[in-house]
């Protein structure tokens, strides 16, 4: 079982650069990813625990699946968080209406031309970062990570979509790093 958890781990570190040509509105990714995950989570404490360098590989496959596996399911946390946000369209057919009254025209939100630029590689080293604070019992660091990272993103944070993005993007990203976490401490313990 512990060799079988050892691959789910490989798979989850290395499935989003393998389905990189996918289109990026596809949940088939996520849905890998998260199947993955359980898999490994249902069989980790079926294994023997790994000591030597089984061990170690698991630690490293561990911290790799929580930096590198969760673009795709950051990504579908975003789109699903976009959907609910959407204004219902407008009827096709609407009944005319004998007095009409003058729509007031919302003023178009300009576009930001970035919006928490980097994002990517700050949710891999946040997750990292996560990962080794809990393989290495050392739980404190995770408030330590993420006080570093809002700091660093506090001005961006006044845009009321970045503070969106970061909000999910953070749940999200944090949630997968002490999952994978999870299944390697069971692996190794």
């Not at 023997?48 to 699946?65: D, E, F, K, N, Y």
């Not at 994002?119 to 080293?125: A, E, H, K, P």
């Amino acid at each position: 079982m512990s060799v079988a958890v050892l691959v789910l781990l490989g798979v989850l570190a290395l499935l989003p650069t393998a389905v990189t040509r996918m289109p990026d509105q596809s949940w088939l990714p996520p849905a890998l990813q998260l199947a993955a995950l359980t898999a490994a989570g249902v069989l980790a404490p079926l294994g023997s625990t790994l000591t030597g360098a089984p061990r170690a590989c698991a630690l490293v496959l561990g911290v790799a699946a929580a930096a590198g596996g969760a673009s795709p399911v950051v990504r579908a946390a975003f789109r699903v968080a976009g959907r609910t946000n959407e204004v219902p369209a407008p009827d096709p057919n609407p009944a005319p209406d004998p007095n009409p009254a003058p729509v007031p025209q919302p003023d178009p939100e300009p576009a930001p031309t970035h919006v928490l630029r980097g994002g990517g590689m700050i949710g891999v080293l946040e997750r990292t970062s996560v990962a080794a604070a809990v393989l290495t019992g050392w739980p404190a660091g995770i408030p330590i990570v993420l006080a570093v990272k809002g700091l660093a993103r506090y001005p961006e944070l006044r845009d009321p979509r970045a503070s969106e993005l970061f909000i999910i993007g953070t749940f999200t990203s944090v949630l997968w790093a002490l999952a994978c976490s999870g299944v390697t401490h069971l692996l190794v313990t």
